[in-house]
């Protein structure tokens, strides 16, 4: 059988990434989450990250020469990680893009794969759909305070190193509240007084590589967004993810949230 396309689940969250219309058989998952979320998947292989030798093995089995990767890029924890020989040949390098961040890891990852002459595709070519079009999609809309916060936060975003780890900003009254580090959106919006009437800005890096770990919200992030008071939510026109959006737009209606696409 001619697998045409590998899918790579990194993230402990199921997401939505393959189009109904393509058949099961035209994809094999990798499942390298940490907790073995995909055992029920039948079709799932269950790899730890450290065995580059049996992920690339087997991909090359299947005849396949692209893959897609789903979720969250995390950095793993590098003393208990097991290796084969193609492990032990390709992590050090691994090693050296971790000490520069998230986006260095990603493109020591392509950059492995591309050796070896598998093509990395967008996490979305076949879900374009879980992407935004810019526009407002909710009935309350940024006022002129808001906008110019907002351009406050994209012009710190402009300013990035293309390899830190940031997708998230908060910004009110033209004024930066906060800043995702490696703990995540969530953790950052723990951080922040309740009713901070801030704005959540998640956008992907200058030059980030946009074939992974893109930006991505859902309805948790709406709630978490009603939990802290914030007044909205910004994102970039087809660079993010956008699970659940008809869901998030009815929460942001009822719960007076903008949602803004620029």
Known sequence: MNFKTFLLKLSDKPTKVIAPEVAYSAYVPIDLSKNNKFKKDTNSNRISIGKFGKIIRLIKEKKSKKV??????????????RLDLKGIYYMPSIIRAAKLGDAAIIKAIIKI??????????????????TVKSGNYTKL???????????KGISYF?????????????????TILAIEDQQGTKKMLSKL???????LIK??????????????IGLQTLKDCKKYGLKGIVLKSKK?????????????????IFIKVI
């Open 68 to 81: 897609l990767f789903a979720g969250k890029i995390a950095k793993p924890n590098f003393l208990t990680l």
């Open 158 to 174: 402009n300013k990035l190193n293309n390899l830190d780890h940031i997708q998230a900003v908060i910004v009110k009254d033209n």
């Open 203 to 216: 956008l992907p890096k200058k030059k980030q590589d946009l074939r992974m770990d893109l930006p991505t």
């Open 113 to 130: 794969l591309d050796n070896e002459n598998i093509k990395v595709i967008s996490s979305v070519f076949f879900n374009p759909e879980l």
């Open 141 to 151: 809309k940024p006022n002129m305070s808001d906008s110019k916060s907002i351009k």
């Open 240 to 256: 993010n993810i956008f699970l659940d959006k008809a869901k998030c737009i009815s929460f942001a209606n009822k719960n007076k």
């Open 193 to 199: 007084k309740k009713k901070s009437e801030g704005i």
